[in-house]
């Protein structure tokens, strides 16, 4: 018989009602594909007033390594990996080490699957993979970086546009001195690296990925970096990045549309998820189709 200990470890691996559905149909999920799964989601949406507490971070972090690792774990890593993302994005630090951490463990078989939203750090992600599968409701975004909230391309666009009227027109200086002058030292510089290493990150996934062995790979990747890259292209970096937007500019975008089973359980562990992150304290969900699970909380007031 089990002592004690045995059973609250049992139990607490059981889970939740929610936790047992959502690894009932991630598990068939993987089934379906014949693939490793792993969903990679954050609560922004359903807790988004939280942002700023203590604990909650739904923005992609270095500890997030720690939950791939967890579920990376064990798995057969010959049939390869199912991202499924749901995030705002987060740290260009971070994304680096995990992109490059899940495409050693598959020898670069990564597919992403964006049920809903992937953006910023989670576009470049999904940019590393070997294809995205999107539906027509889902959505990628500009992956342009910030800077303490700010968009780095503005920022630049900003200081080039003050020096040219400046040099133009120099009774012009006294307003571009009160705009410049609010800017904290060496900001400039950061963001002009900020950009150089965003830019030359994703296109390196692209061209060692999505198109590797193709011809001019390069080329290509800096086309579709030079369009989703662009502060000046996108407008704004919360813009919606269709599957048809996606493909446009020459991503290998697979249509969830396609495969009505698929899409079925797709959409099933996508709101299975997101029913979690809506009903539970989970802010981040990391878990695989074996029921692997790595979870951030937030604290609920007694």
């Avoid at 975004?141 to 391309?153: C, E, F, L, R, S």
């Avoid at 950009?195 to 001019?216: Q, V």
């Avoid at 029913?275 to 937030?298: C, H, R, W």
Wanted: glycine share 8%; charged share 20%; with cysteine.
């Amino acid at each position: 018989m089990p002592s004690w200990s045995a059973l609250v470890e049992e139990v607490n691996a059981a889970g939740t009602t929610y936790d047992l559905t959502r690894r009932k149909y991630l598990a068939e999920l993987s089934e379906h594909t014949g693939r490793n799964t792993i969903v990679y989601y954050s609560g922004w949406l359903q807790r988004g007033h939280l942002l700023g507490q203590s604990g909650v971070d739904f923005s992609v972090t270095d500890l997030d390594k720690d939950g791939l690792m967890a579920t990376v774990h064990q798995l057969d890593r010959n049939l390869g990996l199912d991202l499924v993302l749901h995030t705002p994005g987060g740290d260009t630090a971070a994304t680096e080490s995990l992109v490059h951490y899940l495409r050693q463990m598959f020898d670069g078989d990564v597919r992403a699957i964006v049920p809903h939203l992937a953006l910023s750090a989670g576009t470049m992600i999904a940019l590393s993979c070997r294809e995205i599968v999107m539906g027509k409701h889902s959505s990628l975004g500009p992956i342009d970086p910030q800077i303490g909230g700010m968009p780095a391309h503005a920022v630049v666009e900003e200081w080039t546009r003050a020096h040219a009227e400046t040099k133009a027109d120099p009774t012009r200086m006294p307003f571009w001195q009160l705009v410049i002058s609010k800017y904290p030292p060496g900001l400039i510089g950061a963001c002009e690296k900020a950009i150089e290493w965003s830019e030359e990150m994703a296109c390196e996934w692209l061209a060692t990925g999505m198109f590797k062995d193709e011809p001019e790979a390069t080329e290509k990747a800096k086309a579709v970096i030079d369009e989703i890259g662009s502060h000046a292209a996108t407008k704004a970096h919360n813009r919606h990045i269709s599957a048809a937007k996606a493909e446009s500019m020459g991503l290998k975008v697979v249509a969830l549309e396609d495969d009505q089973v698929l899409q079925e359980a797709v959409l099933t562990v996508h709101h299975a998820c997101m029913l979690t992150m809506s009903d539970t304290p989970i802010v981040k969900l990391i878990e695989n189709q074996n029921g692997i699970a790595y979870a951030q909380q937030f604290s609920v007031a007694g």
